[in-house]
């Protein structure tokens, strides 16, 4: 089974910047494309970003283009996610995730594998 354990979490203020990672188990997981997805109080889990097994696809929702970075350390099996100008707007619960089909894709039921969440905060 894989299992997904998530780092980096925490507080900062608006136009910070903050790392996520994203530790799986076994060589499996690196076999997968991973992603990150979000939930914020009173709200739905939301797509954020999505990386292929190989590293060299991605993708992003809309309201993370260009100050989010998406990418992975195979040997290590870890996913990263670099956020940068972050906005109060982004506060919410990060969860890593992995699906077993190579299609990528920003619906949360083609993703089995997600790990417990790690909490971000981001204040004015």
């Known amino acids: 089974q894989v299992q997904l354990v998530e780092y980096g979490g925490g507080s900062v203020q608006a136009g910070d910047s903050l790392t996520l990672s994203c530790v799986g188990s076994?060589?499996?997981?690196?076999?997968?494309?991973a992603g990150w997805f979000r939930q914020a109080p009173g709200k739905e889990r939301e797509f954020v970003a999505v990386?292929?097994?190989?590293?060299?696809?991605?993708d992003y929702a809309d309201s993370v283009k260009g100050r989010f970075t998406i990418w992975r350390d195979t040997a290590e099996h870890t996913v990263y996610l670099q956020m940068n100008s972050l906005k109060v707007e982004d506060t919410a619960t990060y969860y890593c995730?992995?699906?077993?089909?190579?299609?990528?894709?920003?619906?949360?039921?083609?993703?089995?594998?997600w790990g417990q969440g790690v909490q971000v905060i981001v204040s004015s």
């Open positions: 076994g060589r499996t997981f690196s076999r997968y494309p």
């Open positions: 995730t992995a699906k077993e089909s190579p299609i990528l894709t920003p619906l949360a039921r083609q993703y089995k594998y």
């Open positions: 990386v292929s097994w190989s590293g060299g696809g991605t």
